[in-house]
Nanobody, 129 residues
Framework: QVQLVESGGGSVQTGGSLRLSCTASGYIYSRACMGWFRQAPEKGRGGVASVDARGTRRYADFVKGRFTISRDNAKSTLYLQINSLEPDDTALYYC???????????????????????WGQGTQVTVSS
């Protein structure tokens, strides 16, 4: 059973930093494309960052250098370092995974939620001014 578990969210003040983690199990993590997404209250889920099996990264335009996605294949863990947090970053943050066809390695990082088929339960990030 494929499972993703996020952690690391919390309440911080404007300008603070957080590192989110997503631990995967039940599949060959190193072959997967992995992504971070977020959903603010009364808004749709949108892409933040993604990384493919080669380590190629892609970021949403709003990131502006404040977010860094990384993966540790030995630990089957995905990270999102968020610096200079702003109130608009308040959201539930999800990680997601997808494999290539037939379970092969996934190439081509995507930040579109519809491209992913496995999701975690989310971790809440709240930024106060």
């Amino acid at each position: 059973q494929v499972q993703l578990v996020e952690s690391g969210g919390g309440s911080v003040q404007t300008g603070g930093s957080l590192r989110l983690s997503c631990t995967a199990s039940g599949y060959i993590y190193s072959r997967a494309c992995m992504g971070w997404f977020r959903q603010a209250p009364e808004k749709g889920r949108g892409g933040v960052a993604s990384v493919d099996a080669r380590g190629t990264r892609r970021y949403a335009d709003f990131v502006k250098g404040r977010f860094t996605i990384s993966r540790d294949n030995a630990k089957s863990t995905l990270y999102l370092q968020i610096n200079s947090l702003e109130p608009d970053d308040t959201a539930l943050y999800y990680c997601a995974a997808k494999m290539g066809r037939g379970g092969s390695s996934c190439y081509g990082a995507s930040i579109y939620p519809s491209d992913y088929n496995t999701w975690g339960q989310g971790t809440q990030v709240t930024v106060s001014s």
